[in-house]
């Protein structure tokens, strides 16, 4: 099936889909996204989605030219012209067509892009074998210099991780906070599990709030596991017994190596194994 793409009320194909080279968010980063999973033709989660991407707007004083009920239905008209029933959607919304200055007044109307295609972000042998993590120098944006909440079109600060992460030869880049704790990945949330305690970074070690990190968590601590949002250190992934990732597009990645290190026994652990499994049956239940 044939992606599409959907701009400000308009189809297009891949290869046709235009914007202007005056749109700030082309130009500056100046614009906010989301990308959202598609399981059996139902947006995962949409309303979390929405909520995120109207705050991220909020943030930075842009306005959404439209409204969640009309951005969802575009979102459903999009993905229904591509004939998927499985698909991943990036909803954009960019500051919109201005002058070259930076003044955001100069941009009148915001637009709304929304492309609806397959991803596959990990091969399946990484979910069978596990990933390798480096630790990388680039550290993640103080909240004071640009707020990791907001989901904005600039992303080079993790792109600049990941660079690392590749010169590396890792699968991921584990990104501190100034402090030096751990923050998260270039795409992902990251959990350790410790002596049967499952434990992520909390919001403010400067991290996005994952939608998929809070489902993990919901559906830990459905299941009687005790789950802590506390600050890490590169100390307690080394001596963690299971380590994995959380994303949209990644879902549940088991990690068994971070900095040369093998975590636990090497493998993907149990627990991983178990929620990745647990996630599985809440997407197939939520579809059926």
Same mark, same amino acid.
């Given at each position: 099936? !044939?992606?599409?793409?959907?701009?400000?009320?308009?189809?297009?194909?891949? =290869?046709?889909?235009?914007?202007?080279?005056?749109?700030?968010? +082309?130009?500056? %980063?100046?614009?906010?996204?989301?990308?959202?999973?598609?399981? %059996?033709?139902? @947006?995962?989660?949409?309303?979390?989605?929405?909520?995120?991407?109207?705050?991220? #707007?909020?943030?930075?004083?842009?306005?959404?030219?439209?409204?969640?009920?009309?951005?969802?239905?575009?979102?459903?008209?999009?993905?229904?012209?591509?004939?998927? &029933?499985? !698909?991943?959607? &990036?909803?954009?919304?960019?500051?919109?067509?201005?002058?070259? =200055?930076?003044?955001?007044?100069?941009?009148?109307?915001?637009?709304?892009?929304? @492309?609806?295609?397959?991803?596959?972000?990990?091969?399946?042998?990484?979910?069978?074998?596990?990933?390798?993590?480096?630790?990388?120098?680039?550290?993640?944006?103080?909240?004071?210099?640009?707020?990791?909440?907001?989901?904005?079109?600039?992303?080079?600060?993790? *792109?600049?991780?990941?660079?690392?992460?590749?010169?590396?030869?890792?699968?991921?880049?584990?990104?501190?906070?100034?402090?030096?704790?751990?923050?998260?990945?270039?795409?992902?949330? *990251?959990? @350790?599990?410790?002596?049967?305690?499952?434990?992520?970074?909390?919001?403010?070690?400067?991290? +996005?709030?994952?939608?998929?990190?809070?489902?993990?968590?919901?559906? #830990?601590? %459905?299941? %009687?596991?005790?789950?802590?949002?506390?600050?890490?250190?590169?100390?307690?992934?080394?001596?963690?017994?299971?380590?994995?990732?959380?994303?949209?597009?990644?879902?549940?990645?088991?990690?068994? &190596?971070?900095?040369?290190?093998?975590?636990?026994?090497?493998?993907? =652990?149990?627990?991983?194994?178990?929620?990745?499994?647990?996630?599985?049956?809440?997407?197939?239940?939520?579809?059926?």
């Amino acid at each position: 099936m !044939a992606p599409k793409v959907y701009i400000d009320g308009k189809l297009y194909e891949k =290869g046709e889909a235009r914007i202007s080279v005056y749109d700030h968010g +082309l130009l500056y %980063g100046d614009g906010v996204f989301e990308g959202i999973r598609v399981y %059996g033709g139902r @947006i995962f989660r949409c309303a979390e989605h929405l909520d995120r991407l109207f705050a991220s #707007a909020r943030a930075i004083t842009l306005e959404v030219p439209m409204d969640r009920q009309a951005l969802q239905d575009a979102m459903h008209q999009t993905l229904a012209a591509t004939g998927l &029933r499985d !698909a991943y959607i &990036r909803l954009l919304v960019t500051r919109g067509e201005g002058n070259l =200055g930076l003044d955001p007044h100069a941009c009148p109307t915001p637009s709304v892009i929304i @492309i609806a295609d397959s991803i596959a972000l990990y091969p399946q042998e990484h979910y069978e074998k596990g990933l390798e993590l480096v630790t990388v120098s680039t550290v993640r944006t103080p909240a004071n210099v640009l707020n990791p909440r907001i989901k904005s079109l600039n992303y080079l600060n993790n *792109i600049l991780a990941k660079i690392e992460c590749l010169q590396a030869g890792a699968h991921e880049a584990i990104m501190l906070n100034q402090e030096g704790f751990v923050a998260e990945c270039t795409g992902d949330n *990251i959990f @350790i599990l410790k002596d049967g305690r499952l434990v992520t970074p909390p919001v403010n070690a400067g991290i +996005l709030e994952g939608i998929t990190r809070q489902v993990v968590m919901e559906l #830990a601590r %459905g299941a %009687g596991m005790e789950v802590l949002e506390r600050n890490m250190t590169q100390f307690d992934l080394y001596v963690a017994d299971e380590c994995f990732l959380t994303g949209t597009a990644a879902e549940i990645a088991p990690v068994v &190596r971070i900095d040369s290190r093998s975590i636990g026994d090497g493998r993907p =652990g149990a627990v991983t194994k178990k929620l990745l499994q647990m996630f599985r049956d809440y997407i197939a239940a939520s579809v059926g």
